[in-house]
C-alpha cells in the first residue's frame, strides 16, 4: 500500500509539466487538449488508488478485528474449560461443599459479564471482553451496579466510553512489568444521587509516578468524565459525571 500510495503522487505531480507548458505557450489548442488528456488521466488514477487504498485499510481492519475476536473468545474458552475441569473434579470426589462454591463462582462471573454485555456501547464492551488480549502486566476487573446501560444513561455515552477506555490505557501502560504478581486494576461503575461514578483501584507499581499523573491530567482535559477532587493518588481514583434527566 505504501507503494502505492507514493506511486498516486508521482503521478499527481506529473501533472506539473502540461500545466507549465500551457504557462510557455498558452495559445495552443493543442497543448491545451493534452494537457486536459494528461490532467483527465492523473485525476482517475489518483481516484483509483483511492479506493484500492480505501478497500485496503477496510481488509485490514476487518482483519485485525477478526483475529483480536479470535484471541478473547480462545481467553474465554480457556477460562470456562478451565472452571469446567475443577467442577467436575469435585462431583467426582464428592465435595459438594467445593462444588457449591465453584458454581456459585461460575455464576458470579456469568453475571459479571451478562452486566458488561449491557452497557450499551460497543467499542467499550469490546475493549473489556478482550483486555487480557492487550497485556500481561496488568488484569483488569469490573463491577458494575444492576441496570447500567450508558447509552439510557449520561448525554453521550461515546465520549464517556472513550474516556473509560483511555483511563484504563493509562494505567495498562503506566503498569510496571515483571515485577512478579501481575498488577490488578479494579474499576467499579455505580449511579448514585444522579451522578455516574467510575472508581479505579489499583494494586501493583508504577513505571513512574508522576508519569502516570502527567498521562492522566492530559486524558481527562476536557473529558466527558472529571475527577471528584483534584489530589487523587493512582490507587484510587475517582471520576464522575451528571446522569441524563428521566425523559430528556
Same mark, same amino acid.
Given at each position: 500500500?505504501?507503494?502505492?500510495?507514493?506511486?498516486?503522487?508521482? $503521478?499527481?505531480?506529473?501533472?506539473?509539466?502540461?500545466?507549465?507548458?500551457?504557462? +510557455?505557450?498558452?495559445?495552443?489548442?493543442?497543448?491545451? /487538449?493534452?494537457?486536459?488528456?494528461?490532467?483527465?488521466?492523473?485525476?482517475?488514477?489518483?481516484?483509483?488508488?483511492?479506493?484500492?487504498? @480505501?478497500?485496503?485499510?477496510?481488509?485490514?481492519?476487518?482483519?485485525?478485528?477478526?483475529?483480536?475476536? +479470535?484471541?478473547?473468545? !480462545?481467553? @474465554?474458552? @480457556?477460562?470456562?474449560?478451565?472452571?469446567?475441569?475443577? #467442577?467436575?473434579?469435585?462431583?467426582?470426589?464428592? %465435595?459438594?461443599? %467445593?462444588? +457449591?462454591?465453584?458454581?456459585?463462582?461460575?455464576?458470579?462471573?456469568?453475571?459479571?459479564?451478562?452486566?458488561?454485555?449491557? #452497557?450499551? $456501547?460497543?467499542?467499550?464492551?469490546?475493549?473489556?471482553?478482550?483486555?487480557?488480549?492487550?497485556?500481561?502486566? #496488568?488484569?483488569?476487573?469490573?463491577?458494575?451496579? !444492576?441496570?447500567?446501560?450508558?447509552?439510557?444513561? $449520561?448525554?453521550?455515552?461515546?465520549?464517556?466510553?472513550?474516556?473509560?477506555? @483511555?483511563? /484504563?490505557?493509562?494505567?495498562?501502560?503506566?503498569?510496571?512489568?515483571?515485577?512478579?504478581?501481575?498488577?490488578?486494576?479494579?474499576?467499579?461503575?455505580?449511579?448514585?444521587?444522579?451522578?455516574?461514578?467510575?472508581?479505579?483501584?489499583?494494586?501493583?507499581?508504577?513505571?513512574?509516578?508522576?508519569?502516570?499523573?502527567?498521562?492522566?491530567?492530559?486524558?481527562?482535559?476536557?473529558?466527558?468524565?472529571?475527577?471528584?477532587?483534584?489530589?487523587?493518588?493512582?490507587?484510587?481514583? $475517582?471520576?464522575?459525571?451528571?446522569?441524563?434527566? /428521566?425523559?430528556?
Amino acid at each position: 500500500m505504501i507503494a502505492m500510495t507514493k506511486a498516486k503522487y508521482y $503521478v499527481a505531480a506529473t501533472a506539473i509539466a502540461p500545466a507549465a507548458a500551457l504557462l +510557455v505557450w498558452p495559445g495552443s489548442r493543442l497543448l491545451i /487538449i493534452g494537457c486536459l488528456i494528461w490532467i483527465g488521466a492523473a485525476a482517475a488514477y489518483w481516484i483509483r488508488s483511492e479506493r484500492m487504498e @480505501h478497500r485496503a485499510r477496510i481488509t485490514a481492519t476487518i482483519t485485525a478485528m477478526q483475529s483480536a475476536g +479470535v484471541r478473547t473468545l !480462545n481467553h @474465554h474458552r @480457556h477460562d470456562w474449560m478451565n472452571d469446567l475441569q475443577v #467442577l467436575y473434579g469435585y462431583i467426582r470426589l464428592g %465435595k459438594l461443599d %467445593k462444588t +457449591v462454591g465453584c458454581v456459585e463462582k461460575i455464576r458470579d462471573r456469568m453475571n459479571a459479564e451478562s452486566a458488561i454485555s449491557r #452497557l450499551g $456501547v460497543p467499542s467499550l464492551i469490546s475493549y473489556i471482553q478482550s483486555f487480557r488480549t492487550l497485556t500481561n502486566s #496488568l488484569a483488569l476487573e469490573v463491577e458494575i451496579d !444492576n441496570g447500567i446501560n450508558l447509552q439510557e444513561m $449520561v448525554q453521550d455515552a461515546e465520549r464517556v466510553a472513550e474516556t473509560l477506555i @483511555h483511563t /484504563i490505557n493509562v494505567y495498562r501502560l503506566s503498569a510496571k512489568p515483571g515485577t512478579g504478581e501481575q498488577a490488578l486494576l479494579r474499576l467499579r461503575l455505580a449511579a448514585e444521587s444522579g451522578m455516574l461514578y467510575a472508581s479505579f483501584y489499583y494494586d501493583g507499581e508504577l513505571i513512574n509516578e508522576r508519569q502516570w499523573q502527567h498521562k492522566m491530567k492530559e486524558q481527562l482535559k476536557g473529558a466527558s468524565l472529571s475527577p471528584i477532587s483534584e489530589e487523587q493518588s493512582y490507587n484510587e481514583m $475517582v471520576l464522575k459525571t451528571e446522569l441524563r434527566e /428521566i425523559g430528556a
